[in-house]
């Protein structure tokens, strides 16, 4: 059974930084993709930014390419989950909303950045974490 746990988040003023951590269960061949989404009311979900972990690529939005990063923190002992982090800098009030990190096997197509940041390529999701950017 696949988990994903999310950490991290919480309230910053605008211009400040925070750190979202996601434990999830490892595929074989330790062979995942690891996303992270953001969810404000009354939109649909987008994603923000993810990381295939057999080769550390890594994808962003437009809106936050340069000011957020995604990296691959540890791989547990028993190599059978894997903690990404999602380091958030330079923080505006429209970054504000619910964050989900997601898993799932990678996808790979023609239009990879499209698949990378695509809810319908993610199996297994986090109950989410808020974060807040105030002005």
């Known amino acids: 059974r696949v988990e994903v746990e999310e950490s991290g988040g919480g309230s910053v003023q605008a211009g400040g930084s925070l750190t979202l951590s996601c434990t999830a269960s490892l595929y074989k061949n330790r062979d995942n993709v690891m996303g992270w989404f953001v969810q404000v009311p009354g939109k649909e979900r987008e994603g923000v930014a993810s990381?295939?972990?057999?080769?550390?690529?890594?994808?962003?939005?437009?809106?936050v390419k340069g000011r957020f990063t995604i990296s691959q923190d540890k791989i547990s002992r028993d190599a059978a989950h894997i903690t990404v982090s999602l380091q958030m800098n330079s923080l505006k009030p429209e970054d504000t909303g619910m964050y989900y990190c997601a898993t799932g096997p990678p996808t790979y197509g023609l239009r990879q950045a499209n698949i990378a940041l695509g809810e319908i390529y993610y199996k297994t999701w986090g109950q989410g974490t808020q974060v807040t950017v105030s002005s």
């Open positions: 990381i295939y972990t057999a080769t550390g690529v890594t994808y962003f939005a437009d809106s």
